[in-house]
């Protein structure tokens, strides 16, 4: 049997202070219980810019003005195949907050733990971490 195979888009949401927005996965879902970068799958013939547009909206409130494409990232898992691109957010409009009743919070970018994380997403924490340490030294 084929695997099904997901695109999914991701935001960075990162402030001024170097703060990053995250979102806990509710309890029943896939990977329930780990934080995680907002966001949703694509729909057909959805660009994952327009997807992750819609979807920061309907999971956190907030209107995306400037985006840019941070990394991508292809992850297996037993039953599905899955595609994340992971978006900076660097300028939205309204504050962020878990629209659909997930907890949230914002974290320093050097705070961020890769444990706390989906394992397709603790690549990207890596990144952000060693990003966040060069700048810092």
Do not use: C
């Not at 997930?102 to 444990?115: E, F, G, K, M, N």
Request: glycine fraction near 6%; proline fraction near 4%; charge should be negative.
């Amino acid at each position: 049997m084929e695997k099904k195979h997901l695109h999914i888009a991701a935001g960075i949401i990162r402030n001024s202070q170097e703060k990053i927005f995250i979102t806990k996965r509710p309890e029943g879902s896939h990977m329930a219980g780990f934080w995680e970068f907002p966001g949703g799958k694509l729909e057909t013939n959805e660009s994952p810019e327009a997807a992750l547009v819609r979807e920061l909206e309907e999971e956190v409130g907030i209107i995306v003005t400037k985006s840019e494409l941070f990394h991508r990232v292809d992850h297996e898992f037993d039953d599905r195949f899955i595609t994340l691109y992971f978006f900076v957010v660097s300028s939205w409009e309204n504050e962020p907050y878990g629209k659909e009743g997930q907890d949230s919070r914002w974290v320093y970018q050097h705070d961020l733990i890769a444990d706390e994380f989906p394992p397709a997403n603790r690549i990207i924490v890596d990144l952000l971490t060693q990003r966040s340490d060069q700048h810092n030294s």
